[in-house]
């Protein structure tokens, strides 16, 4: 893509962990300038999550390389006033600054909204408290499991009867992007106002805004959705079946009843599709029970590849349950993945965007940066600091490539 939509922009980065860093790799990789802050004092705790042992082993962490590609990196300890000083400089040059941290840690660095717009008064600040800026929970952390416990999406989340469930911290995911909407606008607005703003995204309200269905059958009806696994109130058979071979699976959803009648000639119309039991979706929905172990009984003499193509092609919906090592070889996503090669980690295929202008896929522009790898180009190139002060700052900690903790053990 010769132009990118975003390209000029300069966003200031200090979240980290998930929510954050998706929606500023994202508006990176849309050709914004994202300056990734750490410190090494705290780096951002995901290059630590699953790292191997090793040496370097803080630039090993899978989730850290996902979340963090097309960003530049730099170290600032804005524990310390010159640290301070320096993003203040940074400020001043940049459209953005959004953090994901609890209120009460901007406000204790004296970097608050009023704080950059006397810095610069165009600038947007994007906030992503977890539970808000106000309320009882303003200065409590969070993560994707809590918001996810919190607005509802575990409860309805997990099999009848069973526990409440997580779902593998796409709380998260759904902060993440709630984010970038919400930047992308105030970009917009800055274009024809001229103004920046303070924006707020609460990543449990952007939770509970996934759940409007189930909140509105409350409110309607006075339903209270339970857990229902992987079954629809108002389809049957609706799930995932064993198939046959060593853990896999099949996904089939019957929707109508010319589709019940479809599936029934596929599977040879054995007896008890004539049960009266099954004769109606209401029939088949109050006795799913017994209709999963019935259809089971079939599809695990098959291969899950075997039932979609027999299923599809009689017009009732069905696909495989691909493990993650078989997604880069599907047809469907065959033009998704990227290989990215990047320092101490190697090369390796990453999925892209799934967006894409006049049919050219957004990819990744940077692989993650590595800890401080672009100081000297912020600092000397857009701060135009000299290199004495650059070497200044690395020898007081304010600046650096190797997180403290890890220094002290090498010594």
């Known amino acids: 893509m010769s132009s990118l939509p975003l390209e000029g922009v300069r966003i200031l980065d200090l979240t980290m962990w998930w929510s954050g860093p998706i929606c500023t790799s994202y508006l990176g990789a849309l050709g914004a300038e994202v300056i990734k802050i750490e410190s090494v004092q705290l780096p951002d705790g995901f290059r630590y999550s ?192 064993r198939s046959k071979g060593d853990d896999t699976w099949v996904a089939l959803a019957v929707t109508t009843e010319d589709e019940w009648q479809r599936f029934c000639n596929v599977i040879g119309n054995p007896s008890w599709t004539t049960d009266t039991r099954f004769q109606t979706m209401d029939g088949r929905c109050e006795h799913q029970s017994e209709l999963d172990q019935l259809v089971e009984n079939w599809t695990k003499e098959l291969k899950n590849e075997e039932i979609t193509n027999v299923l599809q092609k009689s017009g009732v919906s069905a696909g495989p349950v691909l493990h993650v090592d078989e997604i880069a070889e599907a047809p469907y996503l065959k033009d998704m993945f990227q290989t990215v090669s990047r320092e101490f980690t190697g090369t390796q295929d990453f999925p892209t965007w799934p967006v894409k202008f006049s049919e050219q896929r957004l990819e990744h522009q940077t692989p993650a940066p590595t800890l401080g790898q672009h100081n000297e180009y912020v600092l000397k190139g857009i701060l135009e600091l000299t290199e004495e002060r650059i070497v200044s700052l690395k020898e007081n900690d304010i600046i650096g490539d190797m997180p403290l903790t890890a220094r002290k053990k090498i010594k």
């Open 50 to 241: 699953m790292s191997t042992p090793g040496e370097n082993w803080w630039e090993l962490g899978p989730q850290f390389n996902g979340a963090n590609m097309n960003k530049v990196g730099i170290t600032l300890n804005l524990n310390d006033p010159e640290g301070i000083a320096l993003f203040k400089d940074l400020v001043t040059k940049s459209d953005v600054v959004i953090e994901n941290f609890t209120p009460r840690v901007m406000e204790n660095f004296g970097l608050s909204y009023e704080t950059l717009c006397e810095v610069n008064p165009q600038i947007i600040m994007m906030s992503m408290p977890a539970y808000g800026k106000t309320g009882p929970y303003r200065d409590q952390p969070g993560f994707a499991f809590t918001f996810e416990i919190l607005s509802g999406i575990a409860q309805v989340n997990g099999y009848r009867d069973d526990n409440p469930m997580v779902v593998a911290g796409v709380a998260d995911v759904i902060s993440g992007f709630h984010a970038s909407n919400a930047l992308l606008a105030a970009l917009e607005y800055k274009a024809r106002t001229g103004k920046g703003q303070s924006v707020e995204v609460a990543q449990v309200e952007g939770c509970a805004n996934l759940m409007g269905q189930p909140i509105a059958d409350f409110s309607m009806n006075g339903r209270n959705w339970g857990r229902m696994g992987n079954r629809q109130p108002n389809m049957s058979p609706h799930g995932i079946y």
